[in-house]
C-alpha cells in the first residue's frame, strides 16, 4: 500500500504562483510514476503532470501547462512537487496527486493504483 498526502494549495491571483508537494509513505519503493491531476466542478478529472522515477526519469506535462508548471522530485524525501507559476482562473481545481506501481500511461487516471485526498486551488482574476 502507498499512502499519498498533498499539500500547498491556496487562493492566489491570476499570474502568481503556488508550490503543491505531495508526500508518499508505505512501498514507495515500488512506484514507478508520480502523476498530478487536477478536476474542476463539473468537469471530468484530468491530467496535469507526471514524473518517471521520482527525480530521475522523464517528465511530461499536459499542453495547457506546458511552460508555466513544473514537476520535480525528491527520492530521499520521496515527495513530488509541481511549482505552477503564471497561475490563470482556468487553473482553478482541486489538485489530485496519483501513484502507479505497473508503469502506466502517465495521462491516463484510471491506470494509477493510489490517489491523495486533492488540494485546493484558486485563482482569481
Known amino acids: 500500500q502507498v499512502q499519498l498526502v498533498e499539500s500547498g494549495g491556496g487562493l492566489v491571483q491570476a499570474g502568481g504562483s503556488l508550490r503543491l508537494s505531495c508526500a508518499a509513505s508505505?512501498?514507495?519503493?515500488?512506484?514507478?510514476?508520480m502523476g498530478w491531476f487536477r478536476q474542476a466542478p463539473g468537469k471530468e478529472r484530468e491530467f496535469v503532470s507526471a514524473i518517471r522515477n521520482w527525480s530521475g526519469g522523464s517528465t511530461y506535462y499536459a499542453d495547457s501547462v506546458k511552460g508555466r508548471f513544473t514537476i520535480s522530485g525528491d527520492n530521499a524525501k520521496n515527495t513530488v512537487y509541481l511549482q505552477m507559476n503564471s497561475l490563470k482562473p482556468e487553473d482553478t481545481a482541486v489538485y489530485y496527486c496519483?501513484?502507479?506501481?505497473?508503469?502506466?500511461?502517465?495521462?491516463?487516471?484510471?491506470?494509477?493504483?493510489?490517489w491523495g485526498q486533492g488540494t485546493q486551488v484558486t485563482v482569481s482574476s
Open positions: 496519483a501513484a502507479d506501481q505497473r508503469f502506466a500511461r502517465v495521462t491516463t487516471a484510471s491506470e494509477y493504483d493510489y
Open positions: 508505505g512501498r514507495t519503493f515500488s512506484i514507478y510514476t
